[in-house]
């Protein structure tokens, strides 16, 4: 029986639980919205669980479950003709009619996966029949990265099962797997998406959030504001360092960076060209580290050596 024939259940809210390494959002939108349509219409859409011992996992519907938990700690007063959203003794705003009669914080209505379903079918699914909140292009780089690595499969397949294209697919899979940590911050707002993608593609896992404190202290502040949220205090490089230690310091951060993504580069194919560039920014970097005299490295660039 396919997960759309399945018949819908009533589920206590109690044994409905969410896979983080199954759950594909990192954002989460409005949900005391998403919590007030539910209380206001009911629940038009079921969501997909499947079963795992004496309890249920999502499959599809993590932004409606949220907004169910937190539906328990909002209630609907009626002002005469006007309806109010409170949350304790906080007044959130207007609602657009009283309380729905068939809703029920404690229970959702569910429709439940065959248990003979591929983790790796459910995981593709859960994107491809999203019909809520759109995934962001964060999200859905690391899906494609995630879904890779339940089963390897050859970029064209890859394409075939979630709709995108195979250059996207292969951006995609150049990504490294994310520290929960590094997302952590990109969802409350401390880091940008673009950022994250660009950390996800050079380091590993251990080294990002280490990266990301580097990078942070030692840029000045007009290039932070590009790409980090402008009201967000990082910490400063140590004002009280010689000029020149924090212009070595920062052209270091860089290189670093530069001859990391260019050593990746270099490990997927052989390319000479990129090999010879990278030749020459170790030079470089070794020069502003102060472990070449500069005459050798002047030699390289004028092709003297």
Known sequence: MSSETSPIVGLPLREIFEDQSFNLRIFYGDIDRLALQLMTEGQHEPIKVRRDGSCYLIVDGHRRHRAFVRARHLQIESDGAHHILRSGDTILGPAPAPLHPAFDPDRIECRIIDSPARERDL????????????????????FVARLNRLNPASRETLALQTGLSRTYIANALQLNAADPRLLDQVREGRVSQKLALRLLRVFRPAEQLQTLALAAASADRNFRTKILPKDIPWPEADSRAPRRAAVVDAVRARLHAAVSRLGGHCRFAPNPAARERLATLMLVHDYA?????????EAHLLGRE
């Open 123 to 142: 995981f593709c699914a859960q994107f491809i029949s999203n019909s809520g909140k759109p995934f962001t292009a964060l999200e859905r780089m690391i």
């Open 289 to 297: 580290a102060g472990n070449l005299p500069y005459g050798r490295l």
